[in-house]
């Protein structure tokens, strides 16, 4: 059983430049998250896929957008970076609604 | 969003002694699960919990969801040097499928 992976791991990124997320959930799940998580605090929903569509959605502005594939893996798209978007990106899976596994994340520095 | 807090921030223990964290909130919720983040890493699940009053357990580590359904508790028995980490508790309201992080526990264990 393949659990979850992310890429890429490290990221460095200027102000207004785009960046694209990936990950590939655990065999099995159907179901992506997505998190953001700075530096000392818990992880804050951004937002999650189910059947390839947006199903739920934290207090993110619209230029954080995403994708599901038809095998379940996922995208998360950053546009117009800023300085406060430097992070560690979370992906989780899940079985529909259930417990979610996390990936190693992707560390993105915006400079 | 909703607020969970953690108690305590932080902990510094000596090895072999027992850990107690809890996790409050001001909602109502319908499941809790209990993480733990080494640096740099994503979250490891430890414990997930369903039903109001239910305890459960995964080796030295129990967990309990309170009575209320707004709180949540960690036990770790006989603590050993790789249970240092960040522990986070997360919860989901019993609308949507939002799961949200509390501030986390770091724990120290002294040889």
């Known amino acids: 059983e393949t659990g979850v992976t992310q890429s890429p791991t490290h990221l460095i990124k200027t102000r207004g430049q785009q960046v694209t997320l990936r990950c590939s959930s655990q065999s099995g799940h159907n179901t992506v998250s997505w998190y953001q998580q700075a530096l000392g605090q818990g992880p804050q929903f951004i937002f999650q896929?189910?059947?390839?569509?947006?199903?739920g959605r934290g207090n993110f502005p619209p230029r954080f957008s995403g994708l599901q594939f038809p095998n379940y893996s996922s995208e998360l798209n950053v546009n117009a970076l800023e300085l406060d978007d430097s992070a560690l990106y979370l992906c989780a899976s899940s079985l529909e609604n259930n417990e979610q596994f996390f990936g190693p994340g992707t560390r993105l520095t915006v400079l | 969003g909703q607020q969970l807090n953690q108690s305590p921030q932080s902990m510094f223990i000596q090895e072999g002694e027992d850990v107690s964290m809890n996790c409050t909130s001001s909602s109502i919720f319908n499941t809790w699960l209990w993480y733990k983040q080494d640096p740099g890493e994503g979250p490891v699940l430890l414990i997930a919990l369903y039903k109001a009053g239910e305890l459960t357990s995964n080796g030295r580590l129990t967990a309990q969801f309170g009575i209320t359904r707004k709180d949540s508790f960690l036990n770790i028995s006989a603590s050993i040097p790789s249970d240092v980490g960040i522990y986070f508790c997360a919860g989901q309201l019993n609308t949507g499928n939002q799961f949200y992080f509390g501030t986390g526990t770091s724990l120290t264990v002294i040889p």
């Open positions: 896929y189910y059947r390839e569509e947006e199903n």
